[in-house]
């Protein structure tokens, strides 16, 4: 991958994650969102975890991998947050950290499938 093409992913995440400090914790993206009972920390939680600093664990958590990028929550949120683009950054932190992601994203891959053939 090229300098620019890194940079460019990296300054979008920045801005994903600043966003996050817009965010009055109302709880649309959450209302929102088709999967957030299958999420251990559905939109709005994902979100104040980060305010509160904690950006491993929001990055380990299998919930980011379960998103399915509708974009509902930005859609509703009346501070403009994008839980999709901020969930991207995470899934792109997860994938830096290492290869144990892959069998993470493998089994929730599975698990999405028969959730969605039932």
């Known amino acids: 991958m090229q300098d620019f093409e890194l940079q460019a992913i990296w300054s979008r995440d920045l801005k994903a994650l600043q966003a996050v400090a817009a965010c009055n914790q109302c709880g649309r993206c959450t209302a929102a ?8 920390h559905p939109p709005a939680r994902l979100v104040r975890i980060l305010q509160l600093g904690a950006l491993t664990e ?27 683009e901020i969930i991207g950054c ?10 144990e992601v ?10 999405m499938n028969r959730f969605l053939q039932h």
């Open 33 to 40: 969102c088709p999967v957030e009972s299958e999420m251990e």
């Open 90 to 99: 995470l899934r792109r932190l997860a994938f830096h950290r290492g290869n």
């Open 58 to 84: 929001a990055a380990e958590t299998p919930g980011i991998w379960r998103c399915i990028a509708c974009g509902h929550c930005r859609r509703l949120c009346p501070q403009g947050v994008s839980v999709r």
């Open 102 to 111: 892959f069998a993470r994203v493998t089994t929730l891959a599975r698990e």
